[in-house]
């Protein structure tokens, strides 16, 4: 594999680090026909050098063997699903929950490193002029502005090209292939270290085509140009899991929101995901020395304010957690593993359970697809294999629509035969497993 390679495979999540190991300064990243970032190379950018820190290359160390690397002597515990870790939590932070996606705990981690200089700066995803990107930050009494989720492609190539010129040390957050992406520099590189001493891992359902804001803008009523997008906005009176989308419209100010529930299923369906996030099998940032997803999970889904899985890999992580407790300003549960399996269960379903097949359709298909580990290959019924086939048909049907309609109306009738088929057998499915508990039936 190459860079060139896993571009042309639609393997590329746009993390950037690859950018910064171009001898030649050549690449640069540009946005795809489907609404992703990608490298655009030079005739004469050192592909051979490139790939080294690219997250999906085959060539690369995976999660297990970077994680006796960078976590097995900073962390207590290991668990085959979710990496090394320190402690399992569950929770919120009482200061930053209400404007915080999920529990505010990652606004309260954020402000902890500044505030106890263990950082100097954050590496992280912010609005600038109305749109977002990855900027350093350094303000922490304005902590509160870095505080919502954001489902918009970033890259993060500029943190290599800037870092040698940053005073101090940086703090960096993302997505599982993006901290993979950040061990790797440190690996090849292992002066960064000390540069980036903590990173935080932003659990992750799949980077989405900066076409599923433009189709959440305009399911809103929105059809002009927009700005200020926040993806999450809470309704402390009911469940987590009823929220809303909102934007601004440019040219009158006008707020449009929708009700996310009346959309259907944006995640399982797998609209506007990048096909790379198919071949990725770390669902709980194994790799970050904390990582914070949202809590599906009885009791804590009940809540509109939302609450966080914390996963504290290394012994520093733990202790910043414990502080909060300490002073009070985080309310926290512990939890048994089985219980954090249980949040991500869909994605692991997906991910893990699925990762095989996906392997297979693209072999089939003339596709190149990253190695794996050995232990998350399984196989499956021939019902879940076929859900996996249409998830994919959807996935890329989605892309394909939207890239030729540009309009909700349109796009929402030719998806319908896609997502029709696809619920079809996911219900078909679900019914089946509720007969085989019921009876003690496997479904096979």
């Known amino acids: 594999m190459n860079i060139e390679s896993i571009v042309k495979n639609n393997l590329c999540t746009g993390c950037g680090a690859c950018i910064s190991e171009d001898t030649n300064k050549q690449a640069k990243m540009i946005w795809d026909e489907n609404g992703f970032l990608i490298p655009q190379l030079g005739p004469n950018s050192t592909q051979e050098k490139m790939i080294i820190v690219c997250p999906f290359a085959t060539q690369q160390k995976n999660e297990d063997e970077l994680g006796v690397v960078f976590l097995k002597d900073r962390a207590k515990n290991y668990n085959s699903k979710l990496g090394y870790y320190t402690n399992l939590y569950a929770g919120y932070a009482k200061k930053f929950r209400e404007t915080s996606s999920s529990g505010g705990i990652a606004t309260f981690v954020f402000k902890k490193l500044l505030e106890e200089k263990i950082v100097d700066h954050l590496f992280i995803v912010k609005e600038k002029n109305g749109e977002y990107s990855y900027q350093f930050f350094s303000d922490f009494k304005n902590i509160t502005k870095i505080s919502k989720t954001r489902y918009v492609p970033v890259t993060m190539a500029e943190l290599f090209e800037k870092i040698a010129t940053i005073d101090g040390k940086v703090a960096v957050s993302g997505v599982a292939c993006f901290v993979k992406a950040v061990r790797l520099k440190q690996y090849y590189y292992p002066e960064l270290k000390d540069k980036i001493p903590f990173v935080v891992g932003i659990i992750c359902g799949g980077l989405k085509s900066k076409y599923y804001t ?211 057998f996911t219900l078909i499915n679900s019914y089946l497993n509720k007969y085989s508990d019921k009876f003690g039936v496997k479904n096979k």
């Open 214 to 424: 433009d189709f959440l803008a305009q399911s809103a009523g929105c059809f002009s140009e927009y700005e200020h997008a926040e993806y999450r906005v809470k309704n402390k009176d009911s469940s987590a899991l009823n929220y809303k989308f909102s934007c601004i419209e440019k040219n009158n100010n006008k707020i449009h929101m929708v009700e996310m529930k009346t959309l259907g299923d944006m995640w399982g369906t797998g609209l506007f995901k990048s096909n790379a996030c198919d071949f990725c099998d770390d669902v709980v940032t194994e790799l970050a020395d904390i990582s914070l997803g949202d809590a599906w999970i009885d009791p804590y889904d009940k809540s509109g304010l939302g609450n966080s899985i914390i996963i504290t890999r290394s012994l520093l992580a733990d202790k910043i957690i414990k502080s909060g407790l300490d002073e009070s300003d985080l309310v926290l549960d512990k939890l048994q593993e089985n219980k954090v399996l249980q949040s991500q269960q869909g994605s692991f379903n997906h991910r893990h359970n699925g990762l095989k097949t996906r392997m297979k359709l693209a072999h089939i298909n003339g596709k190149l697809f990253p190695k794996k580990r050995e232990k998350i290959l399984i196989d499956q019924s021939f019902l879940l294999n076929k859900i996996q086939i249409l998830r994919a048909k959807t996935r890329s049907n989605s892309l394909y629509f939207w890239k030729i309609t540009k309009n909700v109306g349109l796009f929402n009738e030719k998806m319908k035969s896609s997502l029709v088929k696809l619920k079809i």
